[in-house]
């Protein structure tokens, strides 16, 4: 199982981009929200998870993604849930995700690998050794960054490919016209 947690003024492009992509390579995705089921994106769209976070284990995932939205992202660095949730997945050596801002909140649960990207100036939040600004997505040992909406859709593409291998992220590229990741 893979937990997209939510948060209020998450980045909407983001969490869409990757549960949709995740599921189209069959993932079993869920949402979660912070504190609630419905949660308020940062442009006013409001999605329904499917869970809260507090109810999630770390033993039942495979990975966590987070996406960004900068008041998503401090709800996320601040939420003591997801940081337990955090810490737990770098100790039993998952994989755990974040793009745009949401680096930020790895930062927080000290879970963030040296190399990594993040929306340009939240490196400036987090430390500027290690950060890279020409790729769209970094894997470092078991953390994989990106930089924000515009890479949403190749950062979750690199996920299935790290989970379901080259075929099905080629499948998956060329059916959703995806030449630029």
């Given at each position: 199982?893979?937990?997209?947690?939510l948060a209020k003024g998450f980045e909407e492009i983001e969490a869409v981009s990757i549960i949709d992509i995740l599921r189209r390579a069959e993932l079993n995705v869920v949402v979660a929200g912070v504190e609630k089921k419905l949660i308020l994106g940062a442009n006013g769209i409001t999605i329904q998870a499917d869970a809260v976070v507090a109810d999630i284990k770390s033993d039942d995932?495979?990975?966590i993604v987070l996406p960004g939205g900068w008041d998503g992202t401090n709800i996320l660095a601040e939420d003591a849930d997801v940081q337990r949730l955090l810490k737990e997945m770098k100790e039993k050596n998952k994989m755990i995700?974040?793009?745009?801002?949401?680096p930020f909140a790895l930062n927080k649960a000290g879970?963030?690998?040296q190399n990594y990207t993040c929306y340009p100036s939240v490196e400036e939040d987090?430390?500027?050794?290690?950060?890279?600004?020409?790729?769209k997505v970094v894997k470092d040992g078991?953390?994989?960054?990106?930089?924000?909406?515009?890479?949403?859709?190749?950062?979750?593409?690199?996920i299935v490919k790290e989970l379901k291998g080259d075929?099905?992220?080629?499948v998956l590229k060329e059916g959703i016209l995806a030449d630029f990741c």
């Open positions: 199982m893979i937990l997209v947690p995932l495979q990975m995700g974040a793009i745009c801002a949401a879970v963030l690998s987090i430390r500027v050794d290690g950060y890279s600004s020409d790729k078991n953390v994989m960054t990106s930089r924000g909406p515009a890479t949403a859709i190749c950062f979750a593409l690199a075929e099905m992220f080629n």
